[in-house]
């Protein structure tokens, strides 16, 4: 079993800025891809960004410029800095990984969601 853990949601005026982190633990051999989604009211979860184990990272067309993914090997962990942040960018943000685990299987998993509210 993997486990993912989000942290660092919360209520930001327009403009503002925060930093989710998401640390990954169980059954785990490597992880390949993490990344975050997210999901607005009444909106279907879409793509923010992805990073893989090397470093190569991937961004939504409305984030690009703003948002920054990264990532910790060693501890399993990703992250995004999140800058001049928008009422738009209002939703659950939910953190992914594609993880090779201990029993040599491929999962996809996901964490439970923190919330991210950005107004005045």
Same mark, same amino acid.
């Given at each position: 079993?993997?486990?993912?853990?989000?942290?660092?949601?919360?209520?930001?005026?327009?403009?503002?800025?925060?930093?989710?982190?998401?640390?990954?633990?169980?059954?785990?051999?490597?992880? &390949?891809?993490?990344?975050?989604?997210?999901? !607005?009211?009444?909106?279907?979860?879409? *793509? #923010?960004? =992805?990073? %893989?184990?090397?470093?190569?990272?991937?961004?939504?067309?409305?984030?690009?410029?703003?948002?920054?993914?990264?990532?910790?090997?060693?501890?399993?962990?990703?992250?995004?800095?999140? &800058?001049?942040?928008?009422?738009?960018?209002? !939703?659950?943000?939910?953190?992914?990984? *594609? #993880?090779? =685990?201990? %029993?040599?299987?491929?999962?996809?998993?996901?964490?439970?969601?923190?919330?991210?509210?950005?107004?005045?």
């Amino acid at each position: 079993q993997v486990q993912l853990v989000e942290s660092g949601g919360g209520l930001v005026q327009p403009g503002g800025s925060l930093r989710l982190s998401c640390a990954a633990s169980g059954s785990i051999r490597m992880i &390949n891809v993490m990344g975050w989604y997210r999901q !607005a009211p009444e909106k279907q979860r879409e *793509l #923010v960004a =992805t990073i %893989t184990s090397g470093g190569s990272t991937n961004y939504a067309d409305s984030v690009k410029g703003r948002f920054t993914i990264s990532r910790d090997n060693a501890k399993n962990t990703v992250y995004l800095q999140m &800058n001049s942040l928008k009422p738009e960018d209002t !939703a659950v943000y939910y953190c992914n990984a *594609l #993880v090779f =685990t201990t %029993t040599r299987e491929y999962g996809n998993y996901w964490g439970q969601g923190t919330q991210v509210t950005v107004s005045s």
